[in-house]
């Protein structure tokens, strides 16, 4: 078995069946980080609850017709949906979204998401063709500052690419027992599809998006020092093959190589729709 789930990234070719038929690919929840959960509930998108000490914080929301099942992981882990205080959203896609409207409705937490991806979020919410989004209502756009809340601080980071206003999330985590100090962090969108000419033309976007995705990937952001990478989609690494017997032990995802290993993987991978700019 291969540790790090930032390993081998691959594509998803199920998204039908999971919309209609959530049940079939159920997932429990799993610990990730000492206070951190993935409360998804299946084997595709990921939902990621922080215990803050002082109420809930969710990293997206996944889609709607899963919503059961993220609430259903929520209370097996016992916490109480009602105690959400803030959703963060990665980007404006219907998968990781479409849930937020309704948790919103079920405890009155405020949503984040980028200013560039909630304009994108109006301009292509009803686009034929595409994962229809479930509206909700945006109260809070990322800055420069951390989100805050309890014992986290949670530092995002406008990583562009995938949409024009993906944002990635920095933070760190303690373990109460043992006082280790982790480094974790969620890139807020690898899926490299999205960077083709076509579709970024489709979407309104444009390729310095996917150029400025390839610099931060080969800089700034693939040299961040993560101990713990999330991934914001099962399929982006090995993750079911690693979830443990103990769904409480976190320490199977501890694998510092990992962050830097698969964003330079998905960087070349974009360079190779561009070989008129990069010699690869």
Not at 192 to 204: H, V, W
Request: glycine fraction near 8%; aromatic fraction near 12%.
């Amino acid at each position: 078995m291969k540790q790090g789930i930032y390993y081998a990234p691959v594509n998803h070719p199920r998204l039908g069946d999971d919309l209609t038929h959530p049940w079939k690919y159920e997932v429990p929840a799993y610990r990730v980080c000492p206070h951190v959960w993935n409360v998804g509930g299946n084997d595709d998108v990921c939902v990621y609850l922080f215990d803050t000490g002082e109420g809930l914080m969710l990293i997206d929301s996944g889609y709607h017709t899963s919503l059961y099942l993220v609430i259903d992981r929520i209370h097996r882990i016992g916490f109480d949906p009602r105690d959400i205080k803030k959703i963060l959203l990665s980007h404006w896609h219907g998968d990781h979204v479409n849930g937020a409207a309704a948790l919103q409705a079920l405890s009155g937490c405020e949503i984040w998401i980028s200013k560039e991806d909630e304009a994108n979020h109006q301009k292509f919410k009803d686009l034929e063709g595409f994962l229809p989004t479930v509206d909700y209502t945006a109260t809070h756009f990322y800055t420069d500052e951390p989100v805050t809340l309890g014992r986290f601080s949670i530092q995002p980071v406008l990583t562009p690419g995938h949409t024009p206003g993906s944002t990635s999330f920095r933070w760190t985590d303690t373990d109460d027992v043992t006082g280790e100090t982790f480094r974790c962090a969620m890139h807020g969108g690898i899926g490299i599809p999205f960077m083709r000419p076509d579709l970024l033309q489709k979407f309104g976007n444009y390729p310095e998006d996917a150029h400025r995705f390839v610099r931060d990937c080969m800089g700034e952001v693939g040299d961040w020092e993560v101990d713990i990478a999330t991934p914001s989609h099962l399929n982006q690494g090995n993750v079911l093959e690693n979830i443990p017997e103990d769904k409480t032990d976190y320490r199977v995802w501890i694998a510092p190589q990992y962050w830097k290993e698969c964003l330079h993987d998905r960087a070349q991978g974009v360079m190779e729709y561009y070989p008129e700019v990069y010699k690869v």
